[in-house]
């Protein structure tokens, strides 16, 4: 008996089977005779840490945002338009899966529905529906940039990037582009190209901090260490300016630190992160780590207590704290740390196996 995909039994479940199997293939996301095909769809799940789909600001603004509506013709567009408005997106997307339904040949409706799969976490079916749009329409450019985050959320950079393409060629003096251009190349580790869009996009746009922070690891990577740390310096500037408090610019300036054996830096950095945000498991773990090397044991343990209160499934920090209890002398909490880090251990390795089969 043949298992029905993830994606196509929740949505079976939500709006039965003929809705749901429009938006279950991922064949029906590729570029036509582009790429390969995927054997096993599966929707991808919602980003766990900021380098799987990175929801920045400026992509929020461009997905999220005032999520346009299909144009009101009847009852159920203007309850479409009216979760959409209240960002009830559950919602919005039963409302619209009907509507595709009784309207298949809507690309509008199409269009929306892909944003309203993306905001919940359904790369997948995000990438069939603007597909299925476009087909019937050209796409327009926020559609388009949806796709390419859909893209991404199903790990298909190389889909992704020719869309980007078409949108920076549209849109020269568009920062979020050459971003999104710069994390591509980064992300496929060509470093100089990366550095050189994230440049582009701090010319366009020099309050873009993301760009700063993403430009100071395309620095760090190519060996421009002064760089980097400008980078960062700015990152953090322009996010304590802006109020965001991001704890992303200090925590890898630190890095870089604890790489060039300047602990009393790196030190500083971490605790500017934490400063930031006092629940960022990150940058108590690494403060942990230095604070560690520095002869500071009984510090180093409350630190990496924190940090792993703040992240229980973290098997780094459990490792870590069965090193410094034991050095402390504390023989039993060393033996209790040691056998948690084995069971998350066991249980990440077991669920990898999992999802590679």
Same mark, same amino acid.
């Given at each position: 008996?043949?298992?029905?995909?993830?994606?196509?039994?929740?949505?079976?479940?939500?709006? &039965?089977?003929?809705?749901?199997?429009?938006?279950?293939? =991922?064949?029906?996301?590729?570029?036509?005779?582009?790429?390969?095909?995927?054997?096993?769809?599966?929707?991808?799940?919602?980003?766990?840490?900021?380098?799987?789909?990175?929801?920045?600001?400026?992509?929020?603004?461009?997905?999220?945002?005032?999520?346009?509506?299909?144009?009101?013709?009847?009852?159920?567009?203007?309850?479409?338009?009216?979760?959409?408005?209240?960002?009830?997106?559950?919602?919005?997307?039963?409302?619209?899966?009907?509507? #595709?339904?009784?309207?298949?040949?809507?690309?509008?409706?199409?269009?929306?529905?892909?944003?309203?799969?993306?905001? +919940? &976490?359904?790369?997948?079916?995000?990438?069939?529906?603007?597909?299925?749009?476009?087909?019937?329409?050209?796409?327009?450019?926020?559609?388009?940039?949806?796709?390419?985050?859909?893209?991404?959320?199903?790990?298909?950079?190389?889909?992704? +990037?020719?869309?980007?393409?078409?949108?920076?060629?549209?849109?020269?003096?568009?920062?979020?582009?050459?971003?999104?251009?710069?994390?591509?190349?980064?992300?496929?580790?060509?470093?100089?190209?990366?550095?050189?869009?994230?440049?582009?996009?701090?010319?366009?746009?020099?309050?873009?901090?993301?760009?700063?922070?993403?430009?100071?690891?395309?620095?760090?990577?190519?060996?421009?260490?002064?760089?980097?740390?400008?980078?960062?310096?700015? #990152?953090?500037?322009?996010?304590?300016?802006?109020?965001?408090?991001?704890?992303?610019?200090?925590?890898?300036?630190?890095?870089?630190?604890?790489?060039?054996?300047?602990?009393? =830096?790196?030190?500083?950095?971490?605790?500017?992160?934490?400063?930031?945000?006092?629940?960022?498991?990150?940058?108590?773990?690494?403060?942990?780590?230095?604070?560690?090397?520095?002869?500071?044991?009984?510090?180093?343990?409350?630190?990496?207590?924190?940090?792993?209160?703040?992240?229980?499934?973290?098997?780094?920090?459990?490792?870590?704290?069965?090193?410094?209890?034991?050095?402390?002398?504390? =023989?039993?909490?060393?033996?209790?740390?040691?056998?948690?880090?084995?069971?998350?251990?066991?249980?990440?390795?077991?669920?990898?196996?999992?999802?590679? +089969?």
């Amino acid at each position: 008996m043949r298992l029905m995909p993830i994606a196509a039994l929740a949505l079976t479940l939500a709006v &039965g089977a003929p809705a749901a199997a429009r938006f279950a293939t =991922a064949q029906d996301a590729a570029p036509p005779a582009a790429a390969p095909q995927i054997t096993a769809p599966q929707v991808a799940p919602a980003p766990a840490k900021e380098t799987a789909l990175p929801r920045d600001r400026k992509q929020l603004e461009t997905v999220d945002g005032d999520m346009p509506a299909p144009r009101i013709v009847d009852e159920r567009t203007a309850r479409i338009a009216e979760a959409l408005h209240a960002k009830e997106y559950e919602k919005a997307e039963t409302l619209l899966l009907q509507a #595709a339904e009784a309207n298949p040949q809507s690309a509008e409706v199409l269009r929306v529905l892909g944003g309203v799969f993306l905001v +919940r &976490g359904k790369p997948l079916n995000a990438a069939v529906a603007l597909k299925k749009a476009e087909a019937i329409a050209p796409l327009d450019e926020r559609s388009r940039f949806t796709l390419v985050m859909a893209y991404l959320g199903i790990g298909h950079r190389d889909w992704a +990037r020719p869309e980007l393409a078409k949108l920076a060629e549209a849109a020269p003096a568009s920062a979020l582009y050459a971003y999104w251009t710069g994390r591509l190349d980064y992300d496929d580790q060509q470093f100089a190209a990366a550095a050189k869009g994230f440049e582009h996009a701090v010319e366009l746009e020099p309050g873009f901090a993301k760009a700063h922070d993403n430009l100071g690891l395309c620095y760090e990577a190519l060996g421009r260490f002064d760089e980097a740390q400008r980078s960062w310096e700015e #990152a953090t500037r322009l996010n304590r300016e802006q109020g965001t408090k991001s704890p992303w610019p200090p925590l890898n300036l630190g890095l870089m630190m604890t790489r060039l054996d300047r602990l009393d =830096a790196a030190e500083a950095r971490f605790r500017e992160a934490i400063s930031a945000d006092p629940g960022f498991a990150p940058a108590h773990y690494q403060l942990g780590l230095v604070l560690e090397k520095t002869g500071r044991t009984k510090d180093a343990v409350r630190e990496l207590e924190e940090s792993a209160r703040l992240d229980p499934a973290s098997t780094e920090a459990q490792y870590a704290l069965a090193r410094v209890y034991r050095r402390a002398g504390d =023989a039993p909490k060393a033996d209790r740390a040691l056998q948690r880090f084995e069971e998350l251990k066991k249980a990440k390795d077991q669920k990898t196996g999992r999802s590679s +089969r």
